[in-house]
């Protein structure tokens, strides 16, 4: 018997588009094989939503095509606690004709969303203003762990070390072209790492040696986000990775992972991450996220191990996560640790870090669905009203103004 219907939310205007499909089909292939019935919620490039069952395959998804046989657009109805999907445009019913019904009904929500547009609390907050349960950080962590130069003021100001860095916006670039440079040349010493401050995926990331390749690097991140974050470049640095899970204060953390490039970029590029060993599947020997060459767990002792850990454990619950995110640190070559950032919807959802602890897929699916269910319960616990006198005392339509 099916255990209650999820929505798996992927796709999306960014990016990251068809990493959130890899993401979503491994979830999805997770949620069947856990017994739930899996709602698949397809939003296309241009932000149309679609559903239907031929959307749980990747043949569908290569090549998508709206009219295709088994596909409906739909749309949300946003009223509290209703959580159906309708199909849109509205069906109109004859004088005799019975009345449309929902084309899905919407238990629990799990967005597999990548970047903007989704992860980045976006969709959150329908999902709250909807009052639908979903398995992903709210939309206090999904902002501020999407946006990079926000995330590293708060980590910094919370006491966690940080790599050093600069900002500039898109405006300021255009118009104080040299005085951004400047800024960066004097806090910052070559190399430098160049990002876009709201993406992932290593999209439009570089790294600049030079007052050349400084400007190329600005250029490239500024086309793809209008705000823009220089940072401190590593030479040799080291990345270890570790995944949280849960809500509030029951939280694990995994096995620590040490991620391996086989390119001399000193970072993890996009095709490093995702088209070197690029598949779908979320089962053991399979490929994409899962075949990245990486170390679990990381060799790096015991010690540092624990320290990465608790930290992991301290910044899910900073940012009031839920579900699971992934923790992205940075060893330089004095092993010095720094954060470098959190991922609210990690690639894969990090299932690889979990299988390691002897939670495989659909398992991490239950404790997903646990803890949002869990989350909103909790947040249904609140007051949401008081009992003023403010309406009685105003005067229609002239003193009633807040002062």
Not at 214 to 238: F, Q
Request: include cysteine; charge should be neutral.
């Amino acid at each position: 018997m099916s255990k209650m219907n999820i929505a798996v939310f992927f796709g999306s205007r960014s990016c990251e588009h068809d990493v959130s499909i890899v993401s979503a089909l491994q979830l999805m292939e997770a949620a069947k094989a856990a017994g739930y019935t899996v709602i698949p919620v397809y939003i296309s490039r241009d932000g149309l939503w679609y559903t239907g069952e031929p959307l749980t395959q990747m043949e569908t998804l290569r090549a998508f095509n709206p009219m295709a046989k088994g596909i409906t657009r739909v749309t949300l109805d946003v009223s509290a606690n209703a959580g159906d999907l309708w199909a849109w445009p509205p069906q109109r019913a004859g004088l005799f004709a019975k009345v449309p019904a929902p084309v899905a009904h919407i238990d629990c929500a799990i967005p597999v969303l990548h970047g903007m547009h989704g992860e980045d609390g976006t969709l959150q907050g329908l999902l709250e203003m909807a009052n639908i349960p979903y398995a992903s950080s709210g939309v206090l962590g999904s902002s501020v762990g999407m946006d990079k130069i926000a995330m590293k003021q708060l980590l910094r100001g919370a006491g966690y070390p940080v790599l050093d860095f600069v900002w500039c916006t898109r405006e300021q670039l255009k118009d104080d072209r040299e005085g951004v440079i400047a800024r960066i040349e004097k806090a910052i010493k070559y190399p430098v790492f160049v990002k876009p401050a709201t993406l992932g995926s290593s999209i439009g990331v570089s790294r600049a040696a030079n007052r050349e390749e400084l400007e190329r690097a600005l250029d490239l991140a500024a086309s793809y986000d209008r705000r823009i974050l220089a940072e401190v470049g590593i030479m040799r640095p080291v990345e270890i990775n570790c995944a949280a899970l849960g809500y509030g204060e029951t939280v694990e953390t995994s096995v620590c992972e040490m991620p391996v490039s086989s390119a001399d970029d000193s970072f993890l590029n996009f095709f490093e991450k995702y088209l070197r060993n690029a598949g779908a599947k979320g089962e053991e020997g399979s490929r994409g996220m899962k075949s990245l060459s990486r170390v679990v767990p990381a060799p790096i002792g015991e010690e540092l191990t624990r320290r990465i850990q608790t930290m992991t454990r301290e910044i899910f619950k900073l940012l009031d996560c839920r579900g699971t995110v992934r923790i992205d640190f940075i060893l330089d070559e004095n092993d010095v640790l720094y954060v470098n950032e959190p991922n609210t919807i990690p690639g894969s959802l990090a299932f690889y870090l979990w299988k390691e602890c002897g939670i495989d897929f659909p398992k991490l699916v239950d404790k997903m669905v646990e803890s949002a269910l869990r989350a909103h319960a909790d947040k249904n616990t609140s007051v949401y009203a008081f009992d003023s006198t403010i309406l009685q005392k105003v005067t229609a339509g002239s003193k009633g103004a807040k002062r």
